[in-house]
């Protein structure tokens, strides 16, 4: 994936970006993409904590350091470097700018980029992995779906951006596939059956369960 495209989300003039679609701050939490990472992290899931930590979205704080977001800044006469300006970072940190009561725990970091929950939602609601199981239960418990909503999307990838090309606009379909994650096919729906079988396994092998997500 480009620098540009990284760089299409929004360095000043955005919409922030931890406002939700459906769901308000106060019904739903942001958990921060190391619980979401409990299951995500497995080969089972597909293990789309490593397909996010090798997209641009997990760099995205690291471009406002860059010759290119100093020039853009230079040239909007920002009175703050990008990656201490407001209108920076509330696009390129996940809830960037949010109250502290919009936090399960703690403010995310802002090293820590564009997590997963400013594509999926605060995760409070959905997180757990007998909710996370179902998708409809995982969407009726506050989950978004990017991958159907494109104005998801389009909170950073717009017009305002420093850098949006009128003439080539923002390519929502290539974009999904620039950072695909998907769950494998064959677990879709089938999750928690599959990860007792691999318990069990484990168990008959004599292998330890060192699992660590949430129930």
Same mark, same amino acid.
């Not at 350091?65 to 407001?86: G, M, V, W, Y």
């Given at each position: 994936?480009?620098?540009? +495209? ?23 939490? @942001? ?10 992290? !497995? ?8 397909? +996010?930590? !090798?997209?641009?979205? #997990?760099? =995205? ?6 010759? &290119? =977001? ?32 919009? %936090? #399960? ?20 609601? @959905?997180?757990? &992995? ?13 989950? +978004? ?18 850098? +949006?090309?009128?003439?080539?606009? %923002? ?45």
């Amino acid at each position: 994936m480009s620098g540009r +495209w990284i760089l299409i989300v929004a360095i000043v003039g955005l919409a922030s970006s931890w406002v939700g679609t459906d769901a308000t701050a106060d019904e739903y939490k @942001y958990v921060g993409a190391k619980n979401c990472g409990k299951c995500h992290k !497995k080969e089972l899931m597909g293990n789309q904590l490593a397909e +996010w930590k !090798k997209a641009p979205h #997990s760099k =995205a704080y690291e471009t406002l350091k860059s010759d &290119k =977001a100093l020039e853009i800044a230079k040239e909007r006469n920002l009175s703050a470097s990008p990656h201490e300006s407001d209108d920076c970072l509330k696009c390129h940190v996940t809830a960037y700018g949010a109250p502290e009561s919009a %936090f #399960s725990k703690k403010p995310l970091k802002i090293t820590d980029s564009i997590q997963c929950e400013s594509c999926h939602g605060p995760g409070s609601g @959905y997180r757990k &992995k007998k909710t996370m199981s179902d998708r409809d239960k995982s969407i009726a418990a506050g989950m +978004w779906e990017p991958g159907k909503d494109d104005k998801i999307c389009a909170k950073c990838h717009n017009d305002e951006s420093p850098t +949006w090309d009128p003439a080539e606009g %923002f390519d929502y379909e290539k974009g999904k596939e620039e950072i695909a994650h998907s769950i494998p096919e064959d677990v879709k729906g089938h999750y928690l059956e599959l990860e007792k079988e691999q318990r069990a396994a484990r168990k008959a092998a004599g292998g330890a369960d060192n699992d660590d997500d949430d129930d």
